[in-house]
């Protein structure tokens, strides 16, 4: 999501908003480590201006917490693994604390081998899938994730068409470079959402349509029932948001090629393709991953731009956990 221009917009500095979402997560439930790793995630997805997945997602996660549908004590632990493979249990817990503890077992792993996968189940949301991607990309290696959920029913209207086989899980790619942006293509792969439209959108635009639905499957079949599955024998997680899963790759470049050459040929493309005509409507051209990038340099000291619909919801969920919101 883009962000806000409305000149109702408050600038925030990132540790105010970080300390404001760590308080309302403790409040329901987290410990104190658990709580900064969440809050830090989503403070860092505002300031590259993805407020979709930002601290607007901390309504949804403390009502999940205050309705039970999510432990807030999970225990994260590795359900198997081989050198170049790892299965991360989530606990029931909140999604990013096991896809953070499955990025970081991936990296280890790729470094000592060269490519390896890792997987994550039982736990919620996790979140932007660009978290993962950046996690692997500052350590100089591909990234391919996919998260979805890992229990799929067919929908129950009849008159439904197949579009709606699938909700909206995430894909991500990220491409490290030499210097300035790496590429980090974070994509929602529901990319028609009006329902209404769908006849319209099938006359117009039949193949991206029908490309999209494509990667819907490919997110929730790999992310969701591939990496969500569970071992033969166990169950499914108690709690009622803990249903989804995610499915991580890593790749050391040098395993195919040379790392430093190939870092600097991404830096080249994405300088030089910036450098061309903008596409129609807007006013910069970016490449996947390019802008939130310049912003999450320029908002870290001049603060975030909040608009007032999100300060808003900000403040409903100081409420709703009884804390204060001091902007």
Wanted: some cysteine; proline content about 6%.
């Amino acid at each position: 999501m883009a962000p806000s221009s409305s000149t109702d917009s408050v600038r925030i500095l990132p540790g105010v908003l970080r300390a404001f979402a760590i308080e309302a997560l403790r409040t329901v439930g987290l410990p104190d480590a658990d709580a900064q790793r969440v809050a830090n995630c989503l403070v860092q997805v505002d300031l590259r201006g993805v407020f979709s997945h930002g601290t607007r997602q901390l309504r949804r996660y403390t009502a999940e917490y205050q309705r039970g549908e999510l432990n807030p004590h999970p225990e994260i632990r590795v359900d198997r693994e081989t050198p170049a493979s790892a299965v991360i249990d989530g606990d029931g817990g909140i999604g990013y604390l096991a896809a953070s503890r499955a990025a970081e077992v991936l990296v280890q792993k790729a470094g000592d081998v060269g490519i390896a996968v890792t997987s994550t189940h039982r736990h919620g949301h996790i979140g932007s899938a660009g978290i993962y991607a950046r996690m692997v990309v500052a350590r100089d290696m591909v990234y391919f994730g996919a998260a979805g959920g890992s229990r799929w029913n067919a929908p129950g209207d009849p008159d439904v068409t197949v579009w709606k086989a699938m909700s909206a899980p995430p894909i991500c790619f990220g491409i490290p470079s030499a210097e300035g942006p790496p590429l980090v293509a974070d994509i929602n792969t529901h990319m028609f959402r009006d329902w209404d439209r769908l006849d319209e959108a099938m006359e117009r635009f039949p193949e991206a349509l029908i490309r999209s639905m494509g990667l819907k499957f490919v997110a929730t079949l790999l992310g969701g029932v591939l990496g969500g599955s569970l071992p033969e024998g166990e169950e499914a997680s108690a709690y009622k948001a803990a249903a989804r899963g995610s499915f991580m790759v890593a790749v050391r470049p040098d395993v195919v090629g040379d790392t430093a050459a190939f870092k600097a040929e991404v830096t080249r493309i994405i300088a030089e393709s910036r450098e061309l005509k903008p596409l129609p409507g807007l006013e910069t051209t970016e490449v996947a991953g390019s802008l939130e990038w310049q912003r999450e340099r320029t908002w870290s000291n001049d603060g975030i731009p909040i608009s007032r619909a999100h300060l808003d919801l900000l403040e409903e969920v100081a409420r709703n956990v009884g804390i204060s919101a001091t902007w």
